[in-house]
């Protein structure tokens, strides 16, 4: 098995980390994101596979995750913050809201 | 680096060397079945289509039944045909004894299954044993080719398994071999970011049709592809937008240029990464992969899949522990959460590369091991009339 991190940074283009584990609001996570190690300090609670800033993404920029927009900020959003479907919205689709099929 | 394999006629290299015994409609499947239940070395083809279908799908039945025919993976084949069904069994037997395969055929209303039954068993056991002469010779790992896949996905998918198959996919690719995915479906609000990935405008314009066309046929039948996704589930587990789902999906084919799209159901051609148009359900994408010539699949798991294919290992591979832990008879490789980046995913990349290349000289997968994979299907478009 691999090495254990609480977080993960799918590309260095990136600016949300994806937490591996169940964060606590106010922790601390260190991660590698952009060939060096940031340590952030997450303002809310972050569930196992849901994402968390690394950067501050002013409304209407792009949320990058795999290394491409997977929708842009629907708020401005800080370092550490939970990011999901309260603060991004898609371009492509819906923001999912409906969930229907399946 | 290299593996051990089958040289075939058509210039191609098979990693198994089964004698196929495909069944031309699935009204012939049960002789299929109770041949090759009792002669070693058989694998059976077994589906649901070939009758009672329209010409496009008709058509596609007896392409596909031909690419399958035609797999490095197949010594030799014999066809179970019924005598009326759709399928061209004429142009089937001819174009896989074009590729230099041996060919038999038998016929159920002749004389009834029982007589098609005695002389289809004869007829495999001989193809059986002139397979058994062919011996394994080495190989360099530019004549690999792999086809990739996602199912029973979970959130470990889009952060492990998924990323450490397009690794795996990335290495095929830069040692010279051929990687093959598909699953249009999952393009979906990322179909965009694929085509940057098409070596040319021709490519690309393929990619978005395919993606139009898929998303025509759902409307056609009432459904909207686009509006439920992601799903409620999709968002409790942590994805926010159809683009995040479709990229966590599309990241197993590696990151290398797009050379060409293929139709469902034709053998590709030439070496590098190809799409191939065609549906995420297991069984019938399987039979995509294997129509176009694929010799392994590498399947990117969460949950824990259980499927196989009669003659094309499929590799099971996840990174939910949990999943590894509670599923040992069906999942072969645990790869950890390494993320996209570093050394820690190239790393496991070359691990599931060098499963490729054991599992290629002959190392059993566990769905070949426990016999689970003979019920695949044909992708069809339309109606059953």
Redesign the interface.
């Not at chain 1, 209407?60 to 900020?73: D, F, H, L, Q, S």
């Not at chain 2, 290299?13 to 070693?40: E, L, P």
């Not at chain 2, 159901?265 to 995509?288: H, I, Q, T, W």
């Not at chain 2, 040992?328 to 050394?343: A, F």
């Given at each position: 098995?691999?090495?254990?991190?609480r977080a993960?940074?799918?590309?260095?283009k990136d600016n949300v980390a994806?937490?591996?584990a169940d964060l606590e609001a106010g922790s601390e996570v260190t991660v590698?994101a952009g060939g060096r190690t940031v340590t952030i300090k997450l303002t809310s609670r972050i569930?196992?596979?849901?994402?968390f800033s690394l950067a501050r993404i002013e409304r209407g920029a792009p949320?990058t995750?795999?290394?491409?927009?997977?929708?842009n900020a629907s708020t401005a959003i800080d370092i550490g913050d939970y990011?999901?479907?309260h603060n991004?919205?898609?371009?492509?689709?819906?923001?999912?809201?409906?969930?229907?099929?399946? | 680096m290299s593996f051990l394999g089958y040289a075939r006629a058509d210039g191609s290299v098979g990693v198994r060397n089964y004698i196929g015994v495909i069944s031309t409609v699935a009204c012939a499947n049960d002789v299929a079945f109770w041949i090759a239940q009792q002669i070693k070395g058989t694998a059976p083809f077994l589906h649901q289509a070939g009758c009672c279908q329209l010409m496009p799908d008709i058509e596609m039945a007896t392409r596909t039944l031909s690419a399958l025919g035609r797999n490095p993976n197949l010594a030799g084949v014999l066809l179970v045909s019924l005598g009326c069904e759709g399928t061209d069994v004429d142009r089937l037997e001819k174009e896989i004894a074009a590729s230099g395969k041996p060919v038999r055929r038998v016929l159920i209303q002749k004389a009834g299954a029982t007589v098609a039954l005695n002389e289809g068993l004869l007829f495999a056991q001989e193809l059986v044993s002139k397979a058994s002469e062919i011996r394994v010779q080495e190989f360099d790992d530019s004549h690999l080719v792999i086809g990739v896949k996602c199912g029973g996905s979970d959130t470990t998918s889009g952060l492990a398994s998924n990323p450490a198959v397009g690794a795996a996919c990335d290495l095929v690719v830069d040692n010279g071999g051929t990687c093959i995915f598909g699953e249009t479906t999952e393009f979906l609000g990322a179909e965009h970011i694929l085509v940057r990935r098409a070596v040319n405008k021709e490519v690309a314009d393929k990619l978005l049709k395919i993606v139009a066309d898929m998303e025509k046929r759902a409307r056609a039948s009432g459904g909207d592809m686009r509006g439920g996704n992601p799903t409620a589930g999709n968002i409790a587990g942590g994805l926010t937008s159809i683009e995040e789902k479709s990229l966590g999906a599309i990241v197993k084919s590696g990151t290398r240029p797009i050379q060409d799209v293929y139709d469902y159901g034709v053998p590709v051609k030439g070496k590098g990464l190809f799409v191939v148009d065609s549906p995420g359900r297991e069984p019938e994408f399987l039979s995509g992969l294997a129509a176009a010539g694929a010799q392994i699949c590498l399947f990117s798991t969460g949950l824990g899949v259980p499927q196989g294919f009669p003659f094309m290992p499929v590799i099971k591979v996840t990174g939910n522990p949990l999943t590894f832990q509670r599923l040992p008879d069906h999942i072969d490789v645990l790869v950890g959460m390494t993320g996209g980046k570093g050394t820690g995913l190239r790393e496991t990349g070359e691990r599931l590369y060098r499963e490729v290349l054991a599992v290629g000289s002959g190392k059993q997968t566990k769905a070949e091991i426990l016999g689970y994979g003979n019920f695949p299907g044909l992708y069809t478009l339309g109606p059953i009339i």
């Amino acid at each position: 098995m691999d090495r254990q991190e609480r977080a993960v940074v799918l590309n260095d283009k990136d600016n949300v980390a994806t937490a591996l584990a169940d964060l606590e609001a106010g922790s601390e996570v260190t991660v590698e994101a952009g060939g060096r190690t940031v340590t952030i300090k997450l303002t809310s609670r972050i569930p196992f596979g849901h994402k968390f800033s690394l950067a501050r993404i002013e409304r209407g920029a792009p949320v990058t995750k795999y290394g491409e927009a997977i929708g842009n900020a629907s708020t401005a959003i800080d370092i550490g913050d939970y990011v999901h479907v309260h603060n991004v919205i898609s371009t492509r689709g819906s923001t999912g809201r409906e969930g229907a099929d399946r | 680096m290299s593996f051990l394999g089958y040289a075939r006629a058509d210039g191609s290299v098979g990693v198994r060397n089964y004698i196929g015994v495909i069944s031309t409609v699935a009204c012939a499947n049960d002789v299929a079945f109770w041949i090759a239940q009792q002669i070693k070395g058989t694998a059976p083809f077994l589906h649901q289509a070939g009758c009672c279908q329209l010409m496009p799908d008709i058509e596609m039945a007896t392409r596909t039944l031909s690419a399958l025919g035609r797999n490095p993976n197949l010594a030799g084949v014999l066809l179970v045909s019924l005598g009326c069904e759709g399928t061209d069994v004429d142009r089937l037997e001819k174009e896989i004894a074009a590729s230099g395969k041996p060919v038999r055929r038998v016929l159920i209303q002749k004389a009834g299954a029982t007589v098609a039954l005695n002389e289809g068993l004869l007829f495999a056991q001989e193809l059986v044993s002139k397979a058994s002469e062919i011996r394994v010779q080495e190989f360099d790992d530019s004549h690999l080719v792999i086809g990739v896949k996602c199912g029973g996905s979970d959130t470990t998918s889009g952060l492990a398994s998924n990323p450490a198959v397009g690794a795996a996919c990335d290495l095929v690719v830069d040692n010279g071999g051929t990687c093959i995915f598909g699953e249009t479906t999952e393009f979906l609000g990322a179909e965009h970011i694929l085509v940057r990935r098409a070596v040319n405008k021709e490519v690309a314009d393929k990619l978005l049709k395919i993606v139009a066309d898929m998303e025509k046929r759902a409307r056609a039948s009432g459904g909207d592809m686009r509006g439920g996704n992601p799903t409620a589930g999709n968002i409790a587990g942590g994805l926010t937008s159809i683009e995040e789902k479709s990229l966590g999906a599309i990241v197993k084919s590696g990151t290398r240029p797009i050379q060409d799209v293929y139709d469902y159901g034709v053998p590709v051609k030439g070496k590098g990464l190809f799409v191939v148009d065609s549906p995420g359900r297991e069984p019938e994408f399987l039979s995509g992969l294997a129509a176009a010539g694929a010799q392994i699949c590498l399947f990117s798991t969460g949950l824990g899949v259980p499927q196989g294919f009669p003659f094309m290992p499929v590799i099971k591979v996840t990174g939910n522990p949990l999943t590894f832990q509670r599923l040992p008879d069906h999942i072969d490789v645990l790869v950890g959460m390494t993320g996209g980046k570093g050394t820690g995913l190239r790393e496991t990349g070359e691990r599931l590369y060098r499963e490729v290349l054991a599992v290629g000289s002959g190392k059993q997968t566990k769905a070949e091991i426990l016999g689970y994979g003979n019920f695949p299907g044909l992708y069809t478009l339309g109606p059953i009339i």
